[in-house]
């Protein structure tokens, strides 16, 4: 049982999980949010997330959360640590709260929030705060819960600890490497036209000039401003929508044809 919280209007509620929909699990959650937060309307972002793949859900969940209300609460479970002592986080970024495991699935947000003020929590008490958590779906447990009281006005900061942003978990994929005529990367995502999203975000790379995909492929890559600009057959960089750099070939699976697959590291060089 969580801690009363003050009236206040409810707050959409987004969803995004790597729990596909076959299974019962998407409407479990669905169901807790339904029964504790009614009010609260739920936007799915996605849950056809690759199973485990916290990078890919990452950039999800980055390139998508500034498009709800600014008052949103976005619940983000991709956890192959469920039940091991990994925390559960909370992120506030301007008035939007983030909810997910300690993984490294917050930090593609934070890092593109370059505007906005960050303020984090350690929720992890929240386990303790349930009577029954089933060890291995905190989603609809711990999560599907926190989430709702959140939305209704809990106060993140009266049930867990504020702590620095810093010390959330951030792995490599999630801080590209760019250098004077280098950038060092890595395949976030792969989309179901084979454009291939990096984690350079758009205006790291200069626009202009030749650049080279050097690693793991081979290639000049021009960059262009729209998928039909691109030359015939010839793969491209362009500045995705998503907010992020993408290698693509108009009308064809860039990662087919460049032998490019999700967590792949990618290495670009150009001359200043």
Same mark, same amino acid.
């Given at each position: ?7 206040s209007?409810?707050?959409t ?7 596909g ?32 793949n ?12 500034m ?10 479970? &991709?956890? @192959? #640590? ?9 992120? $506030?970024? +301007?008035?939007?709260? !983030?909810?997910? =495991? ?13 505007t ?9 008490v ?51 490497? &760019?250098? @004077? #005529? ?9 989309? $179901?036209? +084979?454009?291939?999203? !990096?984690?350079? =975000?758009t ?13 793991p ?28 750099l993408e290698?693509a ?5 860039a ?18």
């Amino acid at each position: 049982m969580f801690a009363k919280k003050k009236e206040s209007p409810p707050r959409t509620i987004g969803l995004l999980t790597d729990f596909g929909v076959t299974d019962p699990y998407v409407g479990q959650v669905k169901a807790v949010l339904a029964r504790k937060a009614p009010a609260c309307p739920v936007v799915d972002i996605s849950h056809r997330v690759e199973p485990y793949n916290v990078a890919q859900a990452a950039f999800f969940l980055a390139s998508s959360y500034m498009h709800f209300p600014k008052d949103a609460v976005i619940m983000a479970v &991709v956890d @192959p #640590g469920v039940g091991t002592s990994r925390r559960i986080a909370g992120v $506030r970024i +301007g008035e939007r709260f !983030l909810l997910a =495991p300690d993984n490294g699935l917050l930090s593609l947000a934070m890092r593109n929030a370059w505007t906005e003020e960050i303020a984090a929590y350690d929720l992890t008490v929240a386990v303790q705060a349930r009577s029954k958590v089933a060890q291995t779906f905190h989603g609809r447990d711990v999560f599907a819960p926190l989430t709702a009281w959140i939305a209704l006005g809990g106060d993140p900061g009266s049930l867990g600890t504020e702590m620095d942003p810093a010390e959330l978990v951030s792995p490599l994929w999630a801080s590209p490497t &760019v250098e @004077p #005529g280098r950038a060092a990367g890595h395949v976030l995502h792969i989309d $179901r036209f +084979g454009n291939c999203v !990096l984690n350079l =975000p758009t205006g790291t790379l200069p626009a202009a000039g030749r650049i080279e995909l050097v690693s793991p492929a081979h290639g000049e890559l021009g960059f262009s401003s729209a998928y039909a600009d691109l030359p015939d057959g010839r793969p491209g960089l362009l500045e995705g929508s998503q907010g992020f750099l993408e290698i693509a070939v108009n009308q064809r699976s860039a990662a087919r044809q460049l032998g490019l697959s999700m967590g792949d590291r990618v290495e670009l060089t150009w001359e200043e």
